[in-house]
């Protein structure tokens, strides 16, 4: 039987992007605050970890307005988060299966969605 959950993210700082020109401790401040928030974004979620070799994670972005944007450049600015998520749910990333989904409307203000999918059993 598969298991999901769907993690609801804000859009990742633009400090995050590969091509950003920040200060290393900005950025290093940054990617801290992300990886804590999807950490506790993820536990409110679910309290457990996730018992599987294996997961499945679909990403969804939901930009904050219609400027194009590189698809690599959206998932390098997450590896911050997927890191919080991976050590909530006790699944190392290096163990996920990435699906990228088509870029969907924007929204106010941006948001990425993650849905986990595992067998269980």
Same mark, same amino acid.
């Given at each position: 039987?598969?298991?999901?959950?769907?993690?609801?993210?804000?859009?990742?700082?633009?400090?995050?992007?590969?091509? $950003? @020109?920040?200060?290393?401790?900005?950025? &290093?401040?940054? !990617?801290?605050?992300?990886?804590?928030? %999807?950490?506790?974004?993820?536990?409110?979620?679910?309290?457990?970890?996730?018992?599987?070799?294996?997961?499945?994670?679909?990403?969804?972005?939901?930009?904050?307005?219609?400027? $194009? @944007?590189?698809?690599?450049?959206?998932? &390098?600015?997450? !590896?911050?988060?997927?890191?919080?998520? %991976?050590?909530?749910?006790?699944?190392?990333?290096?163990?996920?299966?990435?699906?990228?989904?088509?870029?969907?409307?924007?929204?106010?203000?941006?948001?990425?969605?993650?849905?986990?999918?595992?067998?269980?059993?």
């Amino acid at each position: 039987m598969m298991e999901s959950i769907i993690i609801q993210l804000p859009w990742p700082s633009r400090s995050l992007s590969p091509n $950003a @020109r920040a200060h290393w401790r900005r950025v &290093a401040e940054i !990617k801290k605050l992300a990886k804590r928030d %999807a950490f506790y974004a993820t536990r409110s979620i679910r309290r457990e970890a996730i018992e599987a070799d294996r997961l499945v994670a679909k990403v969804t972005f939901s930009p904050p307005d219609r400027r $194009a @944007r590189d698809l690599d450049n959206m998932i &390098a600015s997450m !590896k911050a988060a997927f890191d919080g998520i %991976a050590s909530a749910v006790g699944v190392d990333d290096s163990k996920w299966h990435l699906h990228i989904a088509p870029v969907a409307d924007p929204v106010k203000g941006g948001k990425v969605l993650v849905e986990l999918e595992w067998a269980n059993g």
